[in-house]
């Protein structure tokens, strides 16, 4: 049966088709073989306009300014909508070419591109139906000969937008189409079988196919007509990818350094230009591409330089949205994550909240634990109910599921570590599977506020220590004179925050006493000073060298050394609850042994420090004895400590370590009770008994559970468990070793609950110090010379400085790709 006559009003339809397409056309063929100009691939009428608007004599070299400033604006200062069509299709996504009822709009400008990605042949996929429940099938792109044998229609397209067939050489070469699969497309899927096999065999079909040949043929051997404009096309492209390689690294060195971008003028080759455009003036100078760019901006033979402030803007946020998207792969693919939050109010007041993600990466059969940064969001609401809301709204913005988190770190403020209105209260209410575990290096923060608050004597040290701090900074002639009298520490404010960095603080006290009491004495006999000043040197020159406060400053430069090494080491990203808790135990054991032993220790130490700066190390007796009044009925009457050391062993010393103790005690109960479910996977050499293990490991699927639905299966992990401690080496103790060792052998079919187990546990974080690493790079970046920065700018700048490592693995050529994506831009990249 042949093909299907058309009726004759579809044959003035088709006529009146052909007819706007060569309206459509008119002038194409030559605008697309004529020759461009070298610079900028300018027609003659832009030529002629450029001409008339400037002067007719302009010599402009780099290293000399121009006398008409070049404005570094928004490019060509066209919104980005108002791009002529023409420009605009140049810079479509390939994916266009795919579809070939997109191409006559396409064909005049982009024939090479059509025909570089060629014929493709949409597969596996549920094709549309009609009106009569039939619709195309994969089987038409194969023709069956007589001879049994099948070839391929390499020629037949399928358009997905228009649910029709094209012939993909027709479409291009056949100058006076007569079929559908040249013109419109088709979509009689009854006869198609007919009309393919009558369409392949026409002598149309021929002819376009020879055309089709010979032109890929004469574009592999660079011999075809357009040749000259495809290699200035091609050199065009090479330079505007090479200047936005440049522009790129130009972000990144001043992004990596927390340096501001603009200064008080947006032009080029005038002063205060900025980092920006002042890098850009250099590699001018050196490097024959940016010079290159340099003389066509200042010669005004381009407008498109790609240095103004809204494209800084559209770079940064395009780089660190390719950084955040790298993250959050590799944290899909581990599927299991944790979630830190922070908040502070910056420099213009406004309260920026930090939200870091841990995960478990495989990196080779090498697990790392990876904490990074996905940027500040400026809150409003600080309520519990507030940052929940947002957490979740931002969860679901970067396409992570609430359900596969399995830990939240926060501080200890009421609005997030709340038991019924905090943060964490919430988000468990959602997904109890997603543990809290308070901050260690705030709990132990407050550990030590507490001792400190726990007796006069300490409040005293500090005290004095922040008056000594206060007094010798107070000016330079002052800081000189402890300068000259101590070499190697000098004194340092006390730290609102961190009570563990105090140990800085008592360091030059420790082993420089001696010293520092000859520069308060110095400042205090000097004729010029004033009297204040004075009076504020000798008293503390007199305090320093009293027997009870060097006491005290042994006492407590032992602690705080402690306390600092349990808190540096929480601070690790590798940190887990087992490894804190055993360090809590550590610290809590010390001080019980300190107790016991601790004050004649720090008595001896003190004997020696006083015999250095030479007093008496005794105590001063009270000149009056303080009786408390008992009540009338009580039997006895306590009589007063009269001995002036034990009453300061009772009163400083025990009151003090005994406060740190119980603290520490209660402040990490919370972080006690999930060590107790999770202990026995820690050291697989000693796993407990077997029923203790079956019972251990239910515990674990219990803690695990969702909507009876568990991550484990315990009875299985307990088998796991049981058989695997023979297959381990000796060196694979640690959960980051065991499961190195389950990948590299291929055992996760194996163990496959081990393999669960181990990646949730070091999932769960033990403290916020990446969010308050944050804050940091935070005072660097949004300083108050640029109190005025947006917020999108902010967190993208953040995002590149404090991921520097990530961005060094991004690929330029991708961050171009999608840079020419972004926008309609009239270069072609």
Same mark, same amino acid.
């Given at each position: 049966?042949?093909?299907?006559?058309?009726?004759?009003?579809?044959?003035?339809?088709?006529?009146?088709?052909?007819?706007?397409?060569?309206?459509?056309?008119?002038?194409?063929?030559?605008?697309?073989?004529?020759?461009?100009?070298?610079?900028?691939?300018?027609?003659?009428?832009?030529?002629?306009?450029?001409?008339?608007?400037?002067?007719?004599?302009?010599?402009?070299?780099?290293?000399?300014?121009?006398?008409?400033?070049?404005?570094?604006?928004?490019?060509?200062?066209?919104?980005?909508?108002?791009?002529?069509?023409?420009?605009?299709?140049?810079?479509?996504?390939?994916?266009?070419?795919?579809?070939?009822?997109?191409?006559?709009?396409?064909?005049?400008?982009?024939?090479?591109?059509?025909?570089?990605?060629?014929?493709?042949?949409?597969?596996?996929?549920?094709?549309?139906?009609?009106?009569?429940?039939? @619709?195309?099938?994969?089987?038409?792109?194969?023709?069956?000969?007589?001879?049994?044998?099948?070839?391929?229609?390499?020629?037949?397209?399928?358009?997905?937008?228009?649910?029709?067939?094209?012939?993909?050489?027709?479409?291009?070469?056949?100058?006076?189409?007569?079929?559908?699969?040249?013109?419109?497309?088709?979509?009689?899927?009854?006869?198609?079988?007919?009309?393919?096999?009558?369409?392949?065999?026409?002598?149309?079909?021929?002819?376009?196919?020879?055309?089709?040949?010979?032109?890929?043929?004469?574009?592999?051997?660079?011999?075809?007509?357009?040749?000259?404009?495809?290699?200035?096309?091609?050199?065009?492209?090479?330079?505007?990818?090479?200047?936005?390689?440049?522009?790129?690294?130009?972000?990144?060195?001043?992004?990596?350094?927390?340096?501001?971008?603009?200064?008080?003028?947006?032009?080029?080759?005038?002063?205060?230009?900025?980092?920006?455009?002042?890098?850009?003036?250099?590699?001018?100078?050196?490097?024959?591409?940016?010079?290159?760019?340099?003389?066509?901006?200042?010669?005004?033979?381009?407008?498109?330089?790609?240095?103004?402030?809204?494209?800084?803007?559209?770079?940064?946020?395009?780089?660190?949205?390719?950084?955040?998207?790298?993250?959050?792969?590799?944290?899909?693919?581990?599927?299991?994550?944790?979630?830190?939050?922070?908040?502070?109010?910056?420099?213009?007041?406004?309260?920026?909240?930090?939200?870091?993600?841990?995960?478990?990466?495989?990196?080779?059969?090498?697990?790392?634990?990876?904490?990074?940064?996905?940027?500040?969001? !400026?809150?409003?609401?600080?309520?519990?109910?507030?940052?929940?809301?947002?957490?979740?709204?931002?969860?679901?913005?970067?396409?992570?599921?609430?359900?596969?988190?399995?830990?939240?770190?926060?501080?200890?403020?009421?609005?997030?570590?709340?038991?019924?209105?905090?943060?964490?209260?919430?988000?468990?209410?959602?997904?109890?599977?997603?543990?809290?575990?308070?901050?260690?290096?705030?709990?132990?923060?407050?550990?030590?506020?507490?001792?400190?608050?726990?007796?006069?004597?300490?409040?005293?040290?500090?005290?004095?220590?922040?008056?000594?701090?206060?007094?010798?900074?107070?000016?330079?002639?002052?800081? !000189?004179?402890?300068?000259? @009298?101590?070499?190697?520490?000098?004194?340092?404010?006390?730290?609102?925050?961190?009570?563990?960095?105090?140990?800085?603080?008592?360091?030059?006290?420790?082993?420089?006493?001696?010293?520092?009491?000859?520069?308060?004495?110095?400042?205090?006999?000097?004729? @010029?000073?004033?009297?204040?000043?004075?009076?504020?040197?000798?008293?503390?020159?007199?305090?320093?060298?009293?027997?009870?406060?060097?006491?005290?400053?042994?006492?407590?430069?032992?602690?705080?050394?402690?306390?600092?090494?349990?808190?540096?080491?929480?601070?690790?990203?590798?940190?887990?609850?087992?490894?804190?808790?055993?360090?809590?135990?550590?610290?809590?054991?010390?001080?019980?042994?300190?107790?016991?032993?601790?004050?004649?220790?720090?008595?001896?130490?003190?004997?020696?420090?006083?015999?250095?700066?030479?007093?008496?190390?005794?105590?001063? !007796?009270?000149?009056?004895?303080?009786?408390?009044?008992?009540?009338?009925?009580?039997?006895?009457?306590?009589?007063?400590?009269?001995?002036?050391?034990? !009453?300061?062993?009772?009163?400083?010393?025990?009151?003090?370590?005994?406060?740190?103790?119980?603290?520490?005690?209660?402040?990490?109960?919370?972080?006690?009770?999930?060590?107790?479910?999770?202990?026995?996977?820690?050291?697989?050499?000693?796993?407990?008994?077997?029923?203790?293990?079956?019972?251990?490991?239910?515990?674990?699927?219990?803690?695990?559970?969702?909507?009876?639905?568990?991550?484990?299966?315990?009875?299985?992990?307990?088998?796991?468990?049981?058989?695997?401690?023979?297959?381990?080496?000796?060196?694979?103790?640690?959960?980051?070793?065991?499961?190195?060792?389950?990948?590299?052998?291929?055992?996760?079919?194996?163990?496959?609950?081990?393999?669960?187990?181990?990646?949730?546990?070091?999932?769960?974080?033990?403290?916020?110090?990446?969010?308050?690493?944050?804050?940091?790079?935070?005072?660097?970046?949004?300083?108050?010379?640029?109190?005025?920065?947006?917020?999108?700018?902010?967190?993208?700048?953040?995002?590149?400085?404090?991921?520097?490592?990530?961005?060094?693995?991004?690929?330029?050529?991708?961050?171009?790709?999608?840079?020419?994506?972004?926008?309609?831009?009239?270069?072609?990249?």
């Amino acid at each position: 049966m042949g093909p299907k006559k058309l009726s004759g009003a579809q044959n003035r339809k088709r006529r009146a088709l052909m007819d706007l397409e060569d309206q459509k056309s008119a002038g194409v063929i030559k605008k697309y073989f004529g020759t461009p100009t070298p610079s900028g691939l300018q027609t003659t009428e832009e030529k002629d306009e450029e001409s008339c608007s400037s002067q007719s004599d302009v010599h402009l070299k780099l290293s000399e300014p121009s006398t008409s400033k070049t404005s570094l604006e928004e490019d060509s200062n066209t919104p980005s909508g108002s791009v002529a069509f023409d420009e605009t299709i140049s810079t479509c996504e390939n994916s266009s070419f795919t579809d070939p009822a997109l191409w006559p709009k396409l064909i005049s400008k982009n024939i090479d591109g059509i025909l570089d990605v060629g014929p493709v042949q949409v597969q596996d996929v549920d094709f549309k139906k009609d009106a009569y429940n039939r @619709h195309f099938s994969s089987a038409f792109y194969k023709r069956k000969l007589d001879s049994g044998e099948e070839q391929t229609r390499r020629w037949l397209v399928y358009s997905s937008s228009t649910n029709k067939v094209f012939c993909f050489s027709c479409k291009l070469f056949d100058k006076n189409p007569k079929t559908s699969l040249a013109l419109g497309g088709s979509d009689d899927w009854t006869h198609m079988s007919n009309i393919l096999k009558s369409h392949e065999t026409s002598s149309g079909h021929f002819t376009a196919q020879q055309m089709w040949t010979e032109t890929q043929l004469r574009r592999k051997s660079k011999h075809a007509i357009d040749q000259n404009y495809q290699n200035l096309m091609s050199r065009e492209r090479q330079h505007w990818r090479s200047v936005m390689e440049r522009l790129l690294n130009i972000v990144q060195f001043l992004a990596e350094r927390n340096l501001a971008f603009r200064g008080s003028s947006d032009r080029l080759f005038t002063t205060n230009n900025g980092n920006f455009l002042g890098l850009v003036e250099l590699l001018g100078k050196y490097d024959s591409v940016m010079a290159e760019h340099l003389r066509r901006v200042v010669s005004k033979e381009t407008a498109d330089h790609y240095c103004g402030k809204t494209i800084q803007n559209e770079i940064i946020n395009l780089m660190a949205k390719q950084v955040i998207e790298d993250i959050l792969q590799r944290c899909r693919n581990a599927k299991y994550f944790s979630i830190i939050l922070d908040c502070t109010p910056d420099i213009s007041h406004k309260e920026q909240m930090s939200f870091t993600i841990r995960f478990l990466e495989d990196i080779s059969g090498n697990f790392q634990v990876k904490e990074h940064f996905l940027g500040f969001n !400026k809150v409003e609401d600080t309520t519990g109910k507030g940052l929940s809301d947002f957490l979740l709204e931002f969860l679901s913005g970067k396409n992570l599921d609430i359900d596969n988190c399995r830990g939240q770190g926060y501080d200890n403020g009421a609005n997030m570590a709340g038991k019924n209105n905090g943060v964490q209260s919430k988000i468990l209410n959602i997904n109890p599977r997603a543990v809290f575990v308070p901050c260690g290096c705030h709990c132990l923060n407050l550990v030590i506020g507490d001792a400190v608050r726990s007796c006069k004597e300490s409040m005293l040290l500090f005290g004095i220590i922040q008056r000594l701090y206060v007094l010798f900074s107070g000016s330079v002639k002052r800081w !000189k004179i402890l300068s000259d @009298h101590v070499s190697g520490l000098t004194l340092k404010p006390l730290c609102t925050t961190r009570w563990e960095c105090r140990i800085n603080c008592l360091k030059p006290l420790r082993h420089n006493l001696g010293e520092i009491q000859e520069a308060l004495i110095v400042l205090s006999d000097e004729t @010029h000073t004033e009297p204040n000043i004075c009076h504020e040197a000798n008293t503390l020159s007199q305090q320093i060298v009293e027997f009870k406060f060097i006491v005290s400053l042994c006492v407590w430069y032992e602690i705080l050394y402690q306390v600092n090494i349990v808190s540096k080491a929480m601070q690790n990203e590798a940190a887990d609850i087992i490894l804190v808790s055993n360090l809590i135990q550590k610290c809590h054991n010390f001080l019980i042994h300190f107790r016991e032993s601790g004050f004649e220790s720090s008595f001896q130490l003190a004997k020696e420090l006083a015999e250095k700066v030479n007093v008496e190390p005794v105590f001063k !007796k009270p000149s009056r004895i303080h009786r408390k009044k008992a009540l009338f009925d009580y039997e006895s009457q306590d009589e007063p400590l009269t001995d002036p050391t034990k !009453k300061f062993k009772i009163d400083f010393f025990n009151v003090l370590v005994d406060t740190a103790a119980k603290s520490l005690e209660e402040r990490f109960t919370q972080m006690e009770q999930h060590n107790k479910v999770w202990r026995f996977l820690y050291n697989m050499r000693h796993l407990p008994a077997r029923e203790n293990l079956r019972d251990c490991c239910l515990q674990l699927q219990k803690a695990l559970e969702k909507s009876s639905q568990s991550d484990i299966n315990g009875l299985d992990l307990s088998e796991e468990l049981w058989h695997i401690q023979n297959l381990l080496p000796q060196d694979a103790t640690a959960p980051r070793h065991i499961l190195s060792f389950i990948v590299r052998n291929g055992l996760t079919d194996t163990f496959p609950n081990i393999w669960i187990a181990f990646r949730i546990l070091l999932t769960i974080p033990v403290s916020v110090a990446s969010g308050e690493r944050s804050f940091s790079k935070l005072k660097l970046i949004k300083t108050y010379l640029r109190s005025s920065m947006t917020d999108d700018r902010l967190t993208s700048l953040s995002v590149l400085s404090i991921e520097s490592d990530v961005l060094k693995t991004l690929d330029m050529n991708s961050v171009i790709d999608e840079f020419a994506k972004a926008k309609a831009r009239k270069v072609v990249f």
